[in-house]
């Protein structure tokens, strides 16, 4: 078969006995560079240097290690945010409630209070109870823990469960799941306790905003 190999500076040229190519391999030399493939379609390869390619994945992998670096921190601050919970710090620091406490946590993040009651059941229903390790859920990511709360809080995590939420995208973790796929994300609302997603909810905030799932 006879391959059009486009490079990156557009131009073309016929390549004959090309062997099966792989994102990675290298192509072939030329000007004294190496030209990989970093994306394959039908007939066609698109190309880039060997430089750029090494930048390109150096750059990925700097960035897959600072996600590995952040659910960790996340984690960590599940655990930090239970035990300031159960301990009531809120009193201690003479605070008018956990809420308030964690308004003022100032965290970088929309729906705090949200986002930390998860972070708190995820912690307590998943580590604590259900026995999960730190490294196992690092793996996971703290998105699709959130999604196994619902069988953490009922006592019914199992290890196949944790095999496929290590292994599944977000997705196809849903689907196994059972959750609702029609739906657009923006149109269900997931509770912060215990993970469920529902559809056509409406809430209103403590500001008095109404806040409709409904689109």
Known sequence: MTLKIVHSDSTEEEASEVPTL??????MEKQGEYWMPVKTSENRLQCVTGASYTQAFETQLHIKQLSQTAQKSFLLMAELLH????RKDWVALEIGSFQEYVDELHLPVENSYSWVTRLIAIHRDIKLKSGVNDTVM???GVSKLTRLLPEARKGELTPERIAQAM???DKDLRIELGHKMGEPEECSI???EC???????RFVNKKGKDESAVS
């Open 138 to 140: 690092q793996n996971i």
């Open 195 to 201: 993970g469920r997603q529902i559809f056509g909810a």
């Open 22 to 27: 792989k994102e990675g391999d290298v192509l």
């Open 83 to 86: 035990e300031a919970k159960e």
């Open 167 to 169: 292994t599944l995208s």
């Open 190 to 192: 997931t509770c912060p």
